[in-house]
Structures are given as structure tokens and as C-alpha cells.
């Protein structure tokens, strides 16, 4: 099977582009955000492949996977066929209701309320990456599955020597408070926070925090980031409105401990025993703040946390459920 797929979001498309299906990833000669190509700072396999934008016409493929509202467009222009239609396809939510370039903020309607952009349309479904997505988009007409996330197990590395919290937010100032961007200097407070992730060195001096209290680790690649974050005793999750971030999975499968708000997806993702889940800052400060004091509680919270999200977010069954879906809809 020959499956069409921009490269969007970095971490789920390396899960992806695992599968046993060939992955046609568009390029422009800009590698712009249409033409990406192939990842550079993470791992995929050969079955990954580059075709020029110009190319594709002339390239079989089987299904597109859709991951934002203009790729429909798009796929008409560069292969000259139209999604649902003259190709079958099928279209991945990864955002929350509100968020979503799918669905932009409309005056005076409620969240519930806002309807998906293929809602009028049931010739492409729509794959959500959380149950949570599933309950809040109204996608109308459109059918709707669930595919939970898969992660690339980055293995059990988790030495907690540094007595820190990591967090891992890319543009924490322009996103705000819907990644709990405010929320770090009060945790900081608590526990000295490591910042990881993209556009992140301003945040100290934007945030007035303490440089000895955030200090930042600006776009570094996959394995190192993993290999620093695995040298912090806890990871915080302070996201106030997204699906479900695969960071926290990831920091979960490196064996660290968690402390998230209990919104969104991360009440189903953490499980008791392996973090600390409130809506009361106050309380996530203090479990912080105890994991980072406690190292040998910290150990066990995280050897937890690691089996709950390998059992859970593994590759094998995202794999597995991506290719009985890929499967019906090219039937």
C-alpha cells in the first residue's frame, strides 16, 4: 500500500511512517510547510519517501491521510484526483475543538458547539488521536474513529540525577495559556523547571523567572532531548486545552514520574499510581516538589508510569489499528 502523507507533526508521523505501508512524503524545493520531506532530527525508515510536489501525478498512491484542511485542495492540484471522491482518504484530528486550524474560534459559541470543517461531507472519515477529541468535535455527518496515539519506544533511560522538573512546550509565549505557559513561574517556585522545545529561550525574561529557576533547552534533536529530559526527576505537564501531547507519553516511556492537569486526554493517560493529576496548581506544586525531594518515590512512580504507557501507547497496536483502518477505507 502507497499511503500520501505531509509531514505535519514531527513525533506522530515518525510513529506513523513505521507502518508496513510505503509513505509518499511531499517536497518542495523551499521545504516549506507544504514540502517538508523527510524528517531531519528524528529516525524513520526507508519506507519513508521524498517526491517532489511535481512528481506526484505521475506516483501511484493508494490513500491519503489528510492532517489539515487545505491538503484537500492540495491533493487535487498536485495529483489531479479529489480526496473522498477520486481517492480514497481519511482525516487526522490532533487538536482539540477551538484550537484547530479545522475549526477557528467562532464569537459567542461554546466550544461543544463548534462543528468540525468536514462536517456536512461523509466521504472522508475522521481518524481522532484521543477519545477526548472524539467526545468534543461535532462532526456532524462525517463517520469518526478513534486511532489512540503510538509512540517509537524511546526505552527506559530515566536516571533522575538532577533534582529538576522538565517540561516540554514549543512556542510557550505565543501559546500561552493554553499550554500553561503562566503556570511557570508559580511552579518554578517549587521546583527548578528545564525548558525544552522550540522558541523557548526568551521565556526566563518574558516570564520574569529566576534564570537558576528555568533554564531553557532550545529544538534539540529526539535522542538528546530524551537523554537530557531522562536526567530530570519528574516531568510537568501544565497544558490547559490540547489533545493529548506525546511528550508526556514519551516522558512516561523514559520511566519519569508525572505531573500534569487533569484535563483533556491526560486523565485517561495517567493512571494512579503513575503521577499526580489535579486542577489546583497549588496541589501540582507541592507533588513536584516532593517527587524532586524523593528520588526513590520518584523511581517507583516512574517504573509505572513507563509499563501504563507502553501498554497503552505502544507501537505495535497504533501500527496494528492503522492498518485495519488504511485497509477498509481502500476497500
Known amino acids: 500500500m502507497r499511503v500520501l502523507m505531509w509531514h505535519v507533526h514531527g513525533s506522530w508521523a515518525t510513529s506513523f511512517v513505521h507502518g508496513p505501508w510505503t509513505t509518499l512524503v511531499p517536497v518542495t524545493p523551499d521545504r516549506g510547510p507544504d514540502g517538508l520531506g523527510r524528517a531531519e532530527t528524528f529516525d524513520w525508515p526507508d519506507r519513508a519517501v521524498e517526491v517532489p510536489h511535481d512528481a506526484l501525478r505521475g506516483e501511484r498512491v493508494d490513500v491519503a491521510v489528510l492532517q489539515r484542511p487545505h491538503e484537500i485542495e492540495l491533493c487535487e492540484r498536485w495529483l489531479g484526483r479529489r480526496p473522498g471522491r477520486d481517492l480514497p482518504a481519511v482525516y487526522v484530528e490532533h487538536d482539540t475543538p477551538g484550537t484547530a486550524a479545522a475549526a477557528p474560534d467562532v464569537p459567542g459559541r461554546l466550544v461543544p458547539d463548534l462543528t468540525h470543517f468536514l462536517h456536512d461531507r461523509d466521504d472522508i472519515p475522521v481518524v481522532h488521536v484521543a477519545h477526548f477529541n472524539d467526545l468534543f468535535w461535532d462532526c456532524g455527518r462525517a463517520p469518526t474513529t478513534v486511532v489512540e496515539h503510538g509512540v517509537v519506544d524511546p526505552g527506559y533511560r530515566y536516571s533522575g540525577e538532577m533534582p529538576r522538573a522538565g517540561v516540554i512546550v514549543n512556542d510557550p509565549l505565543t501559546r500561552g ?27 526566563p525574561r518574558a516570564l520574569g523567572v529566576r534564570p537558576e529557576r528555568l533554564w531553557t533547552f532550545e529544538d534539540l534533536p529526539q535522542e538528546r532531548m530524551h537523554a537530557e529530559l531522562a536526567r530530570r526527576r519528574v516531568y510537568v505537564h501544565p497544558y490547559r486545552w490540547t489533545s493529548l501531547g506525546l511528550a508526556l507519553i514519551e516522558a512516561m516511556q523514559l520511566g519519569l514520574p508525572v505531573v500534569a492537569l487533569a484535563t483533556t486526554e491526560a486523565v485517561e493517560a495517567v493512571p494512579p499510581g503513575t503521577g499526580v493529576l489535579s486542577t489546583r496548581v497549588d496541589v501540582l506544586a507541592r507533588a513536584a516538589g516532593r ?13 509505572r508510569a513507563r509499563a501504563a504507557a507502553v501498554r497503552r501507547y505502544g507501537l505495535p497496536r497504533f501500527l496494528r489499528d492503522w492498518r485495519q483502518l488504511l485497509e477498509e477505507v481502500t476497500r
Open 177 to 203: 495559556r493554553t499550554t500553561g505557559t503562566d503556570l511557570l513561574p508559580g511552579l518554578s517556585d517549587a521546583v527548578p523547571i528545564d525548558l525544552f522545545g522550540m522558541r523557548v529561550a526568551d521565556a
Open 291 to 303: 517527587l524532586a525531594a524523593n528520588p526513590e518515590q520518584a523511581r517507583r512512580m516512574g517504573r
